[in-house]
């Protein structure tokens, strides 16, 4: 396979590809047809070292599409398994693979991975490849997801390949560059102690300590810290998507990361009306991915993570069973904590008293009672505007603000600082999924004005001010329920 010849500042390294041989397969991209980039994340770019001019250039180009290996690349498929809905399989990377691992200008180590290059020895049925438009969807919700502060795996650029994806109908095809702390997952822990053995899992554990938290290793019990830090990250997460409103839909054990970053953007969407029970993925008979189920499953899943640490977390297995209890144990608390610190930034709330979980918990109710729009009803309160929420006009909404304005009035802080904080919190702009599914079909159409209108308003969600009124407003209510898919 040939190598750009132009100097995109490319500093790959091979970490990772340092475990044993069972963690991963060598395996080449294949190229594509005609490849065309549709869009490329220049900030990101930059932050990686690497100059977008060089990567819009042809040569640049086609490493993006797979056609060709950027310098230093050892393309890789990595291998790991996972519980999907309950059930536990063999995955691994089916259509992905990790070109290697970037040093940034800041010294970071960066995942660098092309989805939708081809398939690799986890591919079982599948042809290895992607469609153009879930692609868009991952660039654009991701890069959405950082905008609003939620650590994610992040969006480098969507390339077309020219070649037909064939799925309920023939689809473009293209590969999308994703960046991540790392790959590692849940599931390459569980993969690792389903066949691997104490040495390789101890190797992997060493490795994703080094990587992600090395602090850790000076501990008396390493690996038991490793996993309470893993589970710290993960409530922290969840406490963040169930905030913002973020529904995964698809929380199998190889959809969560070990550095605590949101992966796997495919049946992801955002609540209108707040419903605890909303399920978008249309796979998720059973709900078990439902917004309001997301903590517990995060608890579910990292049991799953203090199973396959058992033999390294000590030696006799029931002293291990009780250690590993004992980390599960602090999980609730922890997202408690987590939860109710930004709830207390979404209500402008300082310092902390007793009730401020009742007062949060009870809006919620109310929202879910009166059907009102999450995000809208946040920034209606932020803005001062409680009479534009769909609660307005009725007694208990009445008596909740009451309590609120009372609780706001019982601290120091201005109301100018209690505004800046609820600002801070409550999101003008998310990707509703209506707008997102406009700028889809007009980029399917050739025309990507839209996504660059709606990915220039996610910028800045933060910023009322700057908030596109298209972009802040609530859609009207779909006829149907939106519905997501997986896979495609
Ligand atoms: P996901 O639903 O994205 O978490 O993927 C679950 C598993 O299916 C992973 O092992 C993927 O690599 C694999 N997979 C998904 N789509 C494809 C595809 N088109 N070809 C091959 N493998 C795939
Ligand atoms: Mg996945």
């Known amino acids: 396979m040939e190598r750009t010849e132009r100097r995109a500042g490319w ?50 180009v086609e490493a993006l599409a797979g056609s060709r290996l950027p310098e230093g690349a050892e393309p890789i498929a990595q291998a790991y398994a996972g519980h999907q809905f309950g059930w536990f399989t063999m995955l691994g990377d089916g259509r992905a693979l990790l070109l290697g691992e970037q040093r940034t200008p800041s010294g970071a180590l960066v995942d660098i991975q092309l989805k939708g290059s081809g398939r690799t020895p986890f591919s079982r049925g599948g042809d290895g490849r992607a469609a153009l438009g879930p692609m868009l969807r991952e660039y654009i919700i991701s890069e959405a997801m950082h905008a609003l502060g939620v650590p994610t795996t992040r969006s480098l650029a969507v390339v077309k390949t020219g070649l037909p994806v064939i799925r309920e109908t023939v689809l473009p095809g293209a590969v999308l560059t994703r960046t991540a702390a790392s790959h590692l997952r849940v599931g390459t822990f569980e993969f690792a102690a389903w066949r691997g053995g104490r040495e390789a899992l101890r190797a992997l554990a060493d490795y994703a300590i080094r990587r992600h938290m090395p602090e850790v290793s000076g501990d008396e019990r390493p690996y038991l810290a490793f996993l309470r830090e893993v589970i710290d990250r993960q409530a922290a997460l969840i406490a963040r998507w169930m905030l913002i409103g973020f529904v995964h839909g698809v929380m199998n054990t190889d959809n969560m990361t070990i550095s605590g970053e949101t992966i796997d953007y495919g049946p992801c969407a955002f609540l209108d009306e707040y419903d605890p029970d909303t399920v978008f993925s249309s796979i998720d008979t059973h709900g078990r991915y439902a917004y309001g189920r997301q903590p517990a499953i995060g608890a579910w899943n990292l049991a799953r993570l203090a199973e396959a640490l058992l033999p390294l977390i000590h030696e006799d297995e029931e002293k291990a069973a009780g250690l590993a209890e004992e980390a599960l144990a602090e999980y609730p608390g922890r997202y408690e904590r987590y939860w109710l610190k930004g709830m ?84 003008a702009v998310i990707p509703r999924n209506a707008r997102v599914e406009e700028a889809l079909e007009a980029a399917a159409r050739g025309d990507l004005s839209v996504m660059e209108r709606l990915l220039a308003a996610l910028a800045k969600p933060y910023d009322p001010e700057a908030a596109d009124p298209l972009y802040a407003a609530v859609p009207p209510k779909p006829d149907r329920p939106y519905r997501t898919f997986c896979g495609t």
């Open 344 to 427: 207390r930034a979404k209500l402008g709330l300082f310092g902390e008293e007793a009730e401020d979980g009742e007062l949060a918990r009870d809006l919620l109710e109310l929202m879910r009672r009166h059907r009102a729009d999450y995000t809208r009803t946040f920034f209606d309160l932020t803005r001062g505007r409680p009479e534009e929420t769909a609660m307005h006009g009725t007694r208990e909404f009445g008596e909740w603000l009451e309590r609120w304005r009372n609780r706001l009035g019982r601290q120091p802080q201005t109301e100018a600082e209690a505004r800046r904080l609820m600002e801070s919190a409550n999101p």
């Open 11 to 60: 500093r790959l390294e091979h970490t990772y590809a340092r475990l044993p041989e069972l963690f991963w397969h060598r395996q080449d991209p294949a190229p594509a047809a005609k490849p065309e980039l549709v869009i490329l994340n220049d900030r990101l770019a930059v932050e990686l070292g690497l100059d977008p001019g060089a990567l819009r250039a042809p040569a640049g």
